[in-house]
């Protein structure tokens, strides 16, 4: 089964596509320890829209980055075998014929939908890891990687905006994409040089989109490790950009590029002392506080430059919450 | 005057191993430039990621002393942008695999001051062992 027969064959049915929704999760490592405020804002949201993401039981490390070179099978084994426990929450009835896997951080989604095309393009390399794998159920390649944010793009705007009660007006929000949202092709959800899919959202909580022209630049990824500085000068050069369109935040689904543009500006602010320190939040955070959740959803107090003065500023957030 | 490039067997022999590890028609490459114009890192490295693909292309294995290899972090730019439809990211990937399979490492993760470790997420720290470790 493809891809698109998939879709088709869901619409055929005439399942809502917007409601009653049960869907695998794949949360990954980091949405448990330093992006909670991703998981637990994106949860709440998924919540109040009627949308069940149901975690995948024993799921594993899905890699962090797509192995590319020709011959390391080895590398793709850990995505597979999250697959296969998509294909065992279909038959113990965990979720009833939803083939979908939704990840929420934006590199668990890049690494695992490459693997998931690897094993599509190539049903040699599928075979072998099957073979080695024989203790597990094979991997029949019907699994359908996507992003919450395809998720949210699907549901009718009307719905969202109806789910909004405390309206972000006045806020100007700068949409940060980075790479495995949009890259390679065949991977990305969005055009890789002019992306919108977070603007629309943006705007139907009220909020003002910005445009950033470094919207898309790498914010330098896990050579934050030993080149600290490096990361700080793309930061740098990202913020700067977002500030001068006149941003007062700016919005990522990338835990990674969320440190790397957050915790990173302690870097920029020791090399540049009139730099203005910048809030980066997860889209979902923005959401939760417009759909009148409180901090046990919006977590800002996990965010290293605290958001919530600015918030304040703009009377989005009242003083003491 | 202009040097003659002579390109030895064993150049010849590099340049294949990178062909078959990266899965790339590197002689395709017509050095247009638009991945060096392309690359968000380019003020860290030592060669323009251009220039990697002209000595990969001569199978000049000095290549595997460059900052550059390193430095990519697959952000695919180049990729979607590369007229001939190279990737880059895989040429980059397949060096530093040739390195890494020698079992030398580009990082020690014991170097990271433990306040860092604290506070790097497990993706910063899986990436770069993934990336930078064999």
Known sequence: MTQDNDHASREERGESKTGGLKLPYYPGCTLKTTARNLEDS?????????????????????????????????????????????????STGLVEDELRLVALCSMCFNTLKQTNKRMHERPKDLKSINDLMYREEDYRGEVEVVHFLEILREIEPERIAGLVSDPLEGLKVAPYYGCTLLRPKGIGIDDPERPTAQDDLIRLLGATVVDNPRKTVCCGSYQTDDNKDAVANLAYDILTHARAAGADVVTTFCPLCAFNLDNRQRVVMERHPDFEPMPVLYLTQLMALAFGFGEEACRFDLNYTDPREVLEASRLVREGS | MAEKTVITSADREFHERIVALSGQALTMCDQCGTCTASCPMINEMDVMPSQLMRMVQLGDAGVLETKTMWLCASCFACTVRCPRGLDLSKVAEALRQVTLRKAIDRIDIRQIPAEEFEELPQIALVGALRKLTG
């Open chain 1, 42 to 90: 994106a949860l709440a949201v998924a919540d109040a829209l009627g949308i069940e993401l149901v975690e995948l039981p024993r799921w594993n490390c899905c890699g962090v980055v797509a192995s590319l070179t020709d011959d390391d099978l080895m590398r793709h084994m850990g995505p597979v075998r999250n697959f296969i426990r998509v294909q065992e929450m279909n």
